[in-house]
């Protein structure tokens, strides 16, 4: 089977959905300069080839979603991995899943209500599954930047200013029921999601334009980071010598291009990241000549990731 390759056209289409997941083939294709049918198809194929998939994210705060979670495991043969991920795939609480080349084979990011619903999720979903021979899970306290959508850089949100956002807004049954909906197809129509959610196009506009407007949604387009020429996707461990460094170690981390992911840890590392970088050695030369270089920053562990199955609750496997 001949792998599908992404040209210019591919790449600019790209760019515009992972700006803004719901822009217009119409709008996309004048700034281009290209015929609006010309995008259609494109878009369509970059869909059947599973190369791009466009998914719909609520800000976990805003959602309910108070708990932060890592869980990892291997597994003992191929064929028990095959039928765990089939089944973690359909966990609906599971935003992220990955094949690594660290000491876990699966790592899995979990969002959901609190500890407790943690704790049910993994003993019904997780830790009973075929094959299992060792489990760790950990928590993130909190998420200071989160860019994996590689959408564009924003500015790291520390614990005060995430409340002070949150108090802006509070969702209702059909705000979560909407989220829902766009969550595993970001470019649903208005007219499907009223017919879903059995009520008017209208109220769904309505709501749709308040979720937007107030942040508390994105929608962009995702593609595998090694399709856009990122051969190193990888979580990254920090070490600290002092809690007092946190804040200044986070807005340093912040500034660095690769950086797309920054969180606190409950482990013995302070700080998590996520990178994306051309390649191995790129990614080395990032992390000892910009991260070790921070003021504070004592040690790094790497976790490179081979692969990514579910982005945001949305299956993206290739």
């Not at 909407?178 to 196009?201: E, P």
Request: charged content about 25%; overall charge negative.
């Amino acid at each position: 089977m001949v792998k599908y390759v992404l040209d210019e056209h591919d790449r600019i289409i790209i760019s515009h959905l992972q700006k803004d997941g719901r822009k217009s083939y119409k709008d996309i294709a004048d700034e281009m300069g290209v015929s609006n049918v010309l995008v259609h198809n494109r878009f369509k194929n970059l869909i059947k080839e599973k190369m791009l998939q466009v998914v719909g994210f609520a800000k976990p705060e805003y959602a309910g979603m108070n708990c932060h979670a890592l869980v990892f495991l291997n597994i003992n043969t191929s064929v028990h991995l095959d039928n765990a991920i089939k089944s973690l795939t359909n966990v609906e609480w599971v935003d992220m899943l990955c094949i690594t080349a660290g000491k876990f084979i699966l790592e899995i990011e979990i969002l959901c209500r609190d500890n407790e619903h943690l704790f049910d999720i993994v003993n019904e979903s997780v830790i009973n599954l075929p094959g299992i021979t060792h489990s760790h899970i950990t928590t993130y306290l909190e998420v200071y930047m989160d860019d994996e959508d590689n959408t564009g850089k924003t500015e790291p949100i520390f614990r005060d200013g995430r409340k002070a956002n949150k108090d802006q807004i509070k969702l209702n049954d059909t705000d979560l029921k909407l989220i829902k909906q766009i969550n595993k197809d970001g470019r649903k129509s208005f007219k499907d999601i009223a017919s879903s959610l059995n009520v008017s196009i209208n109220t769904v506009r309505k709501r749709f334009q308040v979720l937007e407007d107030n942040n508390v949604i994105d929608i962009y387009g995702w593609v595998q980071p090694q399709s856009l020429g990122f051969g190193a996707f990888c979580r990254m461990l920090i070490f600290l010598s002092s809690i007092d460094h946190l804040k200044s170690v986070v807005l340093s981390l912040a500034k660095i291009e690769n950086v797309r992911f920054i969180a606190s840890s409950s482990e013995k590392h302070q700080l998590e990241i996520t990178m994306m970088c051309t390649d191995n050695l790129h990614l080395q030369q990032v992390r000892v000549d910009e991260i070790h270089s921070i003021k504070g920053v004592v040690d790094t562990e790497v976790i490179t990731y081979l692969k990514v199955l579910v982005h945001n609750g949305s299956n993206v496997s290739l």
